[in-house]
């Protein structure tokens, strides 16, 4: 019975959420307000706080308070692919997926994405190039906003919902396989994307991350053979 009001407190959370429009990175009103404005105990809140914290809905930011979480509800791992033994063979099945699905979502991009979207596209370009420039990771993490914006301002929910595959492709191929030549195609065909998403241009953005995904399968079983 306690389990079934816990989860019954975390659908009144979910749709208090949804009825006041708030949205990913928007923090919650504090334990007390909330609590009481949906007329339930504070143990059973918090317990239901918790469950939709493991379900990546919402997140504690220390010191701060509770905020819906960018995630929104979507795990990191959907697929358990951490586990998968040969990395090899997943990084090129990877790619087949990517050749057919990304250049659609930079084709969205270019017809949806926001003004405040497109500078922020280029900005994370531009920041990728400044990585490749010092030397350091940062293009990882960098190049998995890159993509995961561009899907975002695909304005397709549907895409949304495979990122972490995409994000994992991005991460172990960056991590395990990039050279000098795949890291300079990268920035001009990163180049290519961002201009033709801003002339709003979707078949350019489209012919333009095509070419980046077979570039990437390219380099990829180029530098296998190594």
Avoid: W
Avoid at 61 to 67: D, L, V
Avoid at 156 to 173: C, G, V
């Amino acid at each position: 019975m306690a389990q079934n009001l816990v989860e019954q407190t975390t659908d009144k959370i979910i749709e208090y959420i949804k009825n006041n429009n708030i949205q990913p990175g928007e923090k919650l009103p504090n334990e007390y307000i909330l609590s009481t404005d949906l007329d339930v105990g504070r143990s059973t809140f918090r317990e239901a706080i918790r469950i939709l914290i493991s379900r990546n809905i919402l997140e504690v930011r220390q010191g701060s308070g509770t905020y819906v979480s960018d995630k929104e509800g979507r795990s990191t791992d959907p697929f358990g692919l951490t586990m998968i033994r040969d990395k090899t063979k997943m990084i090129s099945d990877f790619y087949d997926m990517r050749y057919v699905l990304e250049p659609e979502v930079a084709s969205l991009a270019a017809i949806h994405a926001t003004d405040e979207q497109i500078n922020e596209i280029n900005l994370l370009s531009k920041e990728i190039e400044q990585s490749f420039s010092a030397g350091n990771d940062d293009h990882v993490e960098l190049d998995i906003k890159f993509h995961s914006l561009i899907a975002k301002a695909s304005d397709n929910m549907a895409y949304s919902y495979i990122l972490p595959i995409i994000n994992t492709s991005i991460s172990l191929f960056n991590k395990n396989y990039t050279d000098e030549d795949a890291k300079k195609f990268t920035v001009k065909i990163h180049r290519e994307i961002c201009r033709a998403i801003e002339e709003r241009n979707p078949l350019s953005a489209h012919d333009a991350m095509l070419v980046h995904m077979s570039n990437n399968r390219i380099a990829f079983k180029r530098l296998i053979k190594k």
